[in-house]
């Protein structure tokens, strides 16, 4: 395939897809970082009010100068803004706080560290209620329990 048709197909995709002007599209392809044209697609197909190569652009430039978006940490990839009050600071810190500010990024800490959580934290760990699907399932745990004291 000739390379200007493959351009024009990757144009009227991007179009189509993202419900974008030509111009916009052109603009997104000729991005010069690819990371950023990833999060500039992102921006496009997440938010309403972002419809335009430029806003995308300039919403991105804004994250990027937030301070709490900064990295505090390249091993785990915590922000400033997840920062821990408890202990030094980001997810290597495990087990050294309470650990509710980590529980809290437990899905970001994991994709950093190409760790799985093995356990849901909301469910009951012997019979599974309240976890995944539905959180309103109650455990029957100690109702079993209860039942085989009173006989």
């Known amino acids: 395939m000739p390379k200007n048709h493959a351009r024009k197909k990757e144009l ?12 916009c599209a ?26 335009t190569y430029k806003e995308a652009v300039d919403f991105l430039r804004q994250e990027q100068n937030n301070p709490l978006s900064q990295i505090l940490c390249e091993k785990c ?8 009050p408890e202990c030094p600071g980001c997810g290597c810190y495990n087990g050294r706080c309470s ?5 809290e990024y437990q899905a970001q800490m994991d994709a950093a560290t190409g760790e799985d959580a093995d356990h849901d934290l909301y469910g009951c760990d012997e019979c599974g209620a ?3 699907g539905s959180p309103y399932e109650e455990c029957v745990c100690y109702d079993e329990d209860e039942e085989g004291q009173a006989a």
């Open 12 to 23: 009227a995709d991007l179009k189509a897809e993202l419900g974008i002007k030509h111009t």
């Open 26 to 51: 052109i603009a997104l392809l000729d991005h010069p970082d690819p990371d950023e044209t990833q999060m500039l697609v992102e921006y496009l197909e997440t938010y309403s009010d972002i419809s």
């Open 77 to 84: 990839d915590w922000t400033v803004g997840m920062a821990c």
């Open 99 to 103: 650990g509710w500010r980590h529980e």
């Open 130 to 132: 309240g976890s995944g």
